[in-house]
């Protein structure tokens, strides 16, 4: 019995998951490596979105059905959101510019990963906040400049993060989410888009 | 007053600008070419948005404030949005997800665009609609694989558009506000991200 529980101390089971930060950690760890481990075309995703022309520079967009886990999915119900130029740019400033909707599309993948995965390591997360912000040239999409890019020339997120662990692990859950965020991964390497006009 | 007449056939004074399809086209005209051309120091803004996490994978962010035309900015209100997962992906399904977002900004962005353009060029558009879709392979941001990446592999966004314009005119549109959308410019390009936490 002694051997048996020195053999436990050296290399003591893991302790099974338990729901953390209002994520169902033992959900999240059995979905990602009981169920797709073994089944990865239940990984392939489709999400969409549909936009329509309101009047000016301000349009909304709905989301609601997406693919995945080998089928059709739906929000619990549809989601809609506008985008529209601010009063200094001639818009109307019914939403936010399209431009900061990557700004917020950013801040939540980055948010929801450290959640889970500070769930999944143990950490206990009493606030997450942060503040993003990018740089832009207007020369470029004004067509002033021949040099000047018409997006951010670069982006900024810093997080505030506050729970029951060290300085140190805290900021480990936040470059785990970084490198595991497909948003970040789409903004800073960049992906193809096709653009095309149904006739 | 013959000659006269047959010198502005052949090379007619351009007609001004007239507010059309909800923009002030005036306002845009002489916004780009009568005042950021000859300052162009106006043109540099900076866009920013602050985000909070509520629980799970659940966070909110909200945009107000931004730097631009040489002076501190701001929304005529706060905007706020939701981000989370799906209830597939283990989430509460409390809004659309960070990868949602993206299909949102890159439409809103090409569609103020389309609108922004037919004004100046004349045309009058009578419905744009557009639907945008993105391919993304979950094995990455799940850590099962080491060579499929976190983001999205591919997007595609197909427009509707209607207007008093022959179709090629339109389309012209449409591929002239993708040229210069700032949206279009970071997804396919990239830009660099730095991600910090505060001490």
Redesign the interface.
Known sequence: MQTATVTMDVAPKKAPPIPR????TP??VE??FGV??NQ?EL?????????????????R?T?KG?F??SGE?A??KD?T?????????????Q??????????????????????IAAVRGVT?H???????????????????KTV?????????????EGDAP?EK??EI??QS?A????????????????????
Not at 181 to 193: E, F, K, M, Q, W
Request: hydrophobic share 45%; aromatic share 8%; charged share 20%.
């Open positions: 930060n209002g994520v169902d959900a999240v979905t990602i797709v481990a990865p990984a392939k995703f489709q999400f969409r979105a549909s936009n329509q022309w309101m009047t000016g520079t301000h349009s967009t989301m997406f995945g886990a999915q929000h619990h989601f959101a506008d985008g529209d130029h601010p009063a200094v740019l001639c818009g109307a400033d939403a936010p510019t399209p431009v900061e909707w990557v700004l917020h599309a950013l801040a939540t993948c980055l948010t929801a990963g450290i959640a889970n997360l606030r997450v906040e942060s503040k993003v912000e990018g740089d832009i040239d207007l020369l470029g999409i004004f067509g002033l400049s890019r018409n997006g951010y020339q670069n982006m900024r997120i810093t997080f505030e993060i300085p805290l900021r936040v470059e970084r595991r965020s497909a948003v970040y991964d789409v903004i800073t390497n960049g992906i193809p888009v096709e653009v095309s006009v149904k006739s």
